[in-house]
């Protein structure tokens, strides 16, 4: 019963904050964004006070009165503080790299600030990522990288972020709700296996040479942009001072395929996370090897862009575009 | 939080020393070995802090704790009451710093902190300590700023300096509360401890003992008049009577003059009808530790917690033991007790069974001579005046049959030798006579126009019951040394030089150098203010001051009063602190051309849409070619300051120089 109303609630409490704040690539804050109440401490703070004033009523002491008093004035002024260390600060969505399920997705924010006195102590808490402190955030925007936490393949949006203070007493505590319109990709969590052969392997007879393997030593070739530095001859180049790449060929059986169908009879996600240990195994070798997934094909290919088209298909399969 | 939380180092620098500047103050009246618990305590922090030793463990915490509870029991014999209150609160305070593990253990020490400033203001009150524990709350609100400051700040002066921001912010708020905030009376009824050294009459009298009091220069109270000041001779500020002589003290005796059912307001018809114009005035009386309060005869008061005594005098329900200010309407002409019940006069005739028959054979001779009491007492002063009687600090010292020995004998003496004298004469004639204790007088500050009662200017004389006259003052020691209460008691010693002679460097020995005098009444007149402005601003003081701005007052248009100040200050500070916010930074230099641009741009020289500074500044060589080197230096002092990001501090003054001829 509870626990449904806390659903119901913070149901309607999310999709209110949303329509507050919709989701946006930057955003300064300000005070549709900005809340503010006392902490514990506060409340305690206020609790001492009130001691004092009775105190100073009591005894008709009118110093102690004014120690009351002072105490007060220092707690509202420190609302004015509170709220002003929050307002005006702009938040950005920065980079966002993509991660496996169960790893960590690293994401970029960048704060900067149009005031002149900077932001002092502001606490980011962010899902499951452990809270970072960033201090005095002034004019020069400062890049805050954050790890989450992921655990599902799919593209991942991160929940909201929480931006808080209770700076300069710790007598109050602002905060803000921020929706970054920000996402990653999130790769299936690779798994060793051994890779099953397709019925129609044609054996080592049908093996092709293939360029740009990196097996075995074929030649010199000229150098293009984009070459692997580490394949550049640069003896040659010492010596007659033209730049050559090192060519290599690889020894492959046939035109590799990784394919769907050959994990037959096992789950979905098993099977994105076999194959995905396979595009890293292929590409970490070098190997040229195609995709097949239901309704979707990559031709066979090889290098860091294929690698990368090939684990986004695998994240992003059977989700809608 | 874990053990590995370490205190920002802004923090604890600051909690230190708050800890330690705020019980300074209270050293002095703790006992000595609270210090040397507290100076371990801040040690071991430190220590810890260091990283030389470790915080102690939960068993030597909980010993620490209650030793530290008993050696209090042991000291007071309570825990309760301001000084084992104190006591108590400073130990904890340090022991709460042996514990500080986590941001909230540092929070209850701020917390204590406070504490221990408002605590102090029991004891201290003057300017000076108020000017101090001001910077004790700075130093408190100090490390709280730097407890929720990043770890990554370790400079104390920025910590300091916010913390100083937030104060000075803080204070015109508090006048605000201060001036507004409704002042009601006390919930409930608290007495502080009463067994503090005390100054001011006693309220005992033995003549023939050595005087003491006439010799202290302390304040008792100041008096504020609502008109001009009465003459000298009329200030005669009651106290206390004292109603009962056992031979050699006269005290106040088996009656308590003082307990309800006369203590209640208007309780009886004894009090009578203010007879005249009342003459009205405000007492600030310094902390006596008494319940007897100063007023000249017929007095009432409205402020809250005063009543009268069945002897026509103001009495506080609670000691006072902080300064008092209380208002009074006194009626001078108004007689007291014209009828006398048998009771009041039994006790006001009462002496030993024996003792002194010299005197009493004297009283019996000037009745008889007298035949009437109003003309007994005209005898009476007359028969001191014609012997060679003299006033004097320094009187032998009296034993057995004092009175005898005194009228007889020595026949020197100060008042309450002659009040003693008087009384004792009059009781053996059988005319009701009391003696009244409490000050005369008074030094006239010019300043303020309010008057200074000095301990020196402590008085006794008597009051005789005459029928249809009610209760008379008479006072012996004028017939003596009239100069006593015509010029004060320094004229009256002039010639024996014994006025203020134990205290040489009291500024009142030196009446007679102007700028001394001019010194300490101006000084003194800034401590007149103070207590009448600030300590003394209690609930009349506040209706009458707010009544003189704002008209009349009540809960309402005050509350509104307050809520629209606090507001409008509050207003203040939000728009300040967001304008400041939005600001766009500029550097000095680029706000200089905008202002020159804003000079220049009537004429048409301003610069075109989208142009930059330099260009623009170099466009107008063609126009101004008087001009041109300086439009030139000025281009390439913005394109240094622009693009290359030097902040070279002359480059606005010579920027602006060589913009003055455009």
Redesign the interface.
Known sequence: MAASVRSWWSGHFDAWLRRRAPRRRALTLNQRRIFILPTRHGVYFLLTLGAIFVGGINYGNSLILATAFLLVSLFLVSILHTYANLAGLRVAAGRSEPAFAGDEAAFELILSSFRRRPHESLYLHWGQAPARVVDRVAEAPVAVRMLLPVTRRGRFRPPRLKLETVFPLGLLRAWSWLELDMACLVYPKPEACTLPRRPDSRGEEGEVRRHDGSDDFDGLRRYQTGDNPRHLAWKQYARSGELHAKAFVGHETHELWLEWEAFAGQGVETRLARLCYWVLKLSERGRSFGLRLPGETLAPDSGAAHERRCLQMLALYGEKP | MSYGYQLPRNSLIWLLTAMFAGMAPHLTRLPIWVTLVCLLCGFWRIMVYRERWRLPGRLIRTLLVFSGGAAVVGHYGTLAGPEAGTALLVLGFCFKLLETHS??DA?VVV?LG??V??TS??FD?DMAS?AY?LLV?FMV?AA??G???????TQPRRTAG?ALR??A???P??LV??LF?P????????N?GENRATTGISDRITPGDIAELSRSSALAFRVAFDGGIPAARNLYWRGLTLNHYDGATWSRGPVDLDEPPWLRRGAGDWLGAGRGQPLGYRVMLEPTDQRWLFALAAARSTTP?VGYSRDHRLVKRSPVS?P?AYEVDSFLRQPLDPNLPDWLARVNLQLPETGDPRTRALAEQLAAEAGSPSALVERALAWFRARPFSYTLRPPTLSGDRNDQFLFQTRRGFCSHYAGAFVYLMRSAGVPARIVAGYQGGERNPLGNYLLVHQFDAHAWAEVWLAGQGWVRVDPTTVVAPERVEQGIEEALAGEGSFLEDSPLAPARYRDWAWVSRLRLGLDYLNFAWHRS?????AQYQSRLLARWFGDVDFKRLGLLMAVS?ALL?GA??GW??W??????RSPLVREYRRLCRRLAPRGQGPEPGEAPATHLLRLQEQRPDQATSLAAMAALLQQQLYAGSADPGAVRRFRRLGRGL
């Open positions: 941001r909230r929070f917390i406070y504490f400033v408002a203001f029991f009150q108020a524990l709350c609100t709280l700023v407890l929720n400051q990043s770890p990554l700040q916010l937030l104060l912010q803080s204070l708020l508090m509360l201060f905030v002042r009601v009376g006390p919930i409930w009824s608290l502080l917690g902080q008092f600030v300590l003394g601003y209690n606090v509050l500070l939000a602190l967001l400041q916010g939005s600001q766009p930074l």
